[in-house]
């Protein structure tokens, strides 16, 4: 699914945010990224979104070689990948459920469609009843998981999610990661950056460590 073969990045200010850094991830596999701030997690994500190229090897999504995905391919191609920011990035002047139809609208679904994922999306994340609410009603995990049920509602293979937890508490923390858990229990790859040990340690998954852009660690963690 995600293959990354001595892969880097310097950006235009000279600074190199990953080192030839290399490994596989299989469909259906979910990993988590860490390492201290700075280290290059962001920046490994965007590579896979394609928010940014790299500057040297290659990274591989889905059999993609992404260094030949032409500029105009990319809207088609992130439709396949769900996106989860700590900043949930929502529109407080829309609605719960018109948050998570937005990427259905701008595919072109029909309306009936839309309503029938988009009301799957917010049940799988808890929020059916508050499909009528406004985001700023709503608590912070709250809007984290409308925020996931808008980066699931294209059923995508895969989800990246970029320190999802940063803003919540422990408790919250640990039902976001079993959201992640449910989805690659039913197949989707799951990759998330995060910087919260305490948290991830008592999982038993897969943990790639940055350090300086570089990966210095691929772990099997086990209970």
């Given at each position: 699914?995600?293959?990354?073969?001595?892969?880097?990045?310097?950006?235009?200010?000279?600074?190199d945010?990953?080192?030839?850094?290399?490994?596989?991830?299989?469909?259906?596999?979910?990993?988590?990224?860490?390492?201290?701030?700075?280290?290059?997690?962001?920046?490994?994500?965007k590579?896979?979104?394609?928010?940014?190229?790299?500057?040297?090897?290659?990274v591989?999504?889905?059999?993609?070689?992404?260094?030949?995905v032409?500029r105009?391919?990319?809207?088609?191609?992130?439709?396949?990948?769900?996106?989860?920011?700590?900043?949930?990035?929502?529109?407080?002047?829309?609605?719960?459920?018109?948050?998570?139809?937005?990427?259905?609208?701008?595919?072109?679904?029909?309306?009936?469609?839309?309503?029938?994922?988009?009301?799957?999306?917010?049940d799988?994340?808890g929020?059916?009843?508050?499909?009528?609410?406004?985001p700023?009603?709503?608590?912070?995990?709250?809007?984290?998981?409308?925020?996931?049920?808008?980066?699931?509602?294209?059923?995508?293979?895969?989800?990246?999610?970029?320190?999802?937890?940063?803003?919540?508490?422990?408790?919250?923390?640990?039902?976001?990661?079993?959201?992640f858990?449910?989805?690659?229990?039913?197949?989707?790859?799951v990759?998330?950056?995060?910087?919260?040990?305490?948290?991830?340690?008592?999982?038993?998954y897969?943990?790639?460590?940055?350090?300086?852009?570089?990966?210095?660690?691929?772990?099997?963690?086990?209970?």
């Amino acid at each position: 699914m995600i293959r990354f073969v001595n892969a880097s990045k310097r950006y235009s200010s000279g600074f190199d945010a990953l080192q030839n850094v290399s490994f596989h991830i299989t469909p259906g596999e979910m990993v988590f990224l860490t390492g201290h701030s700075g280290a290059g997690k962001s920046s490994l994500l965007k590579l896979i979104a394609l928010l940014e190229r790299s500057s040297r090897g290659q990274v591989i999504v889905n059999n993609q070689n992404l260094a030949k995905v032409p500029r105009r391919r990319i809207p088609y191609f992130r439709r396949n990948i769900g996106i989860i920011f700590q900043d949930h990035q929502l529109l407080f002047d829309r609605t719960v459920y018109d948050n998570v139809a937005l990427p259905l609208i701008i595919a072109g679904y029909s309306r009936h469609d839309i309503g029938k994922r988009v009301r799957a999306a917010l049940d799988k994340v808890g929020l059916l009843s508050k499909e009528k609410k406004y985001p700023i009603t709503l608590s912070g995990g709250e809007q984290q998981r409308v925020g996931i049920a808008r980066a699931v509602v294209n059923k995508p293979p895969l989800i990246l999610a970029d320190e999802p937890t940063g803003n919540l508490d422990p408790e919250l923390s640990a039902e976001i990661m079993s959201l992640f858990q449910d989805f690659s229990d039913v197949g989707v790859t799951v990759l998330v950056a995060t910087h919260d040990l305490a948290l991830i340690s008592a999982l038993p998954y897969r943990m790639l460590t940055l350090k300086g852009g570089k990966l210095i660690n691929d772990t099997q963690q086990a209970l």
